[in-house]
């Protein structure tokens, strides 16, 4: 791995509220380009919702407030003249459940090019083919692509997701909890595939299990709400060789070793 | 189920301690029957030397059950790298004092000369202090403790060079070259003890910071 680390998303003195509750106080956090970052910490504890303001998805919920800066090269991704949908394009999203349309393998793969603009069939069928490739699904489905993508099985389904978000040519993939409706072995599958696509994306996870967080990031947050109706915050921030092995905080020493939480 | 990890964890911490509690105690038994030419003494304490074997396989197994069904991390993973890494240490210690004991079960011999005798006492004394403080370091989880123990090896390795001058000295029959050679096997002994001793703290050390430039290599 190279030493040189590049800042893809930022979050500078970042605030966030539902309503009057503020959710997330005063978050401050570098996420590397070319690299694995896991958000860890209990249920509640801010890291599905904070993963959610790098994308701007939290703007679909009423009555929501961001203070602070989100940046993303550099660029405030909640400045009035950002194009949402160009930059949910740059910013894709993996959710916990595989929520595959229910059309066949390449339309689910062909949609967002499509939307984009592509609208010629040699250029779809060739991204269609080279997403799913780095997907690492290719050679599952490349038979039937023209079958319902709902006959998948579930981590089948998980990685067409993956390549559907490959497909309009993002720059960084945001996974919520992407494992954790899938067995063991599609689990290792889309491990082994985070460590490929890490090599042209920038991947953030958010992960209740902890071994997986050890097992395949760069980098480790730890997010915690310490009393009920506090806003969460970013207790620690670290290279997740040194986070599983000495954490500096005791809050996060507590929580990863299962001594709460 | 992590209570029950916590549980076994601090059971195998204290099965290290009752290992070092037993490494101590021959140490101290093996000084004993050599000075005092105790050779029943001797075999107990190398009859003993097979229990401390046993502690060493049951708790190195302990620790890779824990680590292959907990997968711990953090403070725990330093614990059990830390008693793996003990064990072994004890186990060499072990070994050391059965072999001051087998020592002590060769043929005496009267005439030897007492200020040679004054110092391996002075060193013994210093050595079993000093495995004593390493494990009252593990005990205790004491980073200050640890730090002191190297100061403490430094008069080992003194007392020990300056029995090899005396032992260099020596000039006489056969019987007290034998008497000799076997002394300054014993001295070496005790000093491979103290630096087992003071590679106890430092891995101590590691498991209080968890920092490795607490880790020095000792010579």
Redesign the interface.
Known sequence: MSAELEIKLCTKNLNFYYGNFKALENINSEIYKNRITAFIGPSGCGKSTYLRLLNRMNDLIDGTLVEGLVEIDGQNIYDSNIDVSELRRRVGMVFQKPNPFPKSIYENVAYGPRVHGVKNKNELDHIVEESLKRAALWKEVKHKLHTSALDLSGGQQQRLCIARVLAVDSEVLLMDEPCSSLDPSSTMKIEDLMFELKLRYTIVIVTHNMQQAARVSDYTAFFLVEEVDQPARLIEFGPTDEIFTRPRDKRTENYITGRFG | M?KS??EELGDLRKNVLVMGRVVEENVARAVESLLDRNSSLADQVIESDKKIDRMDMKIEQGCMVLLARQ????????MINTILRMIIHLERMGDLAANIAQIAKEPTFDHYPSRIIDLFQEMAGLVQDLVGRSLRAFADEDRRLTLSLNDLDKPIDELYHQLIREFGQLHGDEELMNWATTMVLASRYLERIADHAVSIGERVAYLV???YADLHIVD
Do not use: E, S, Y
């Open positions: 992590r990890f916590h997968q711990p991390v953090a403070v725990d993973l330093r910071t968890g920092n």
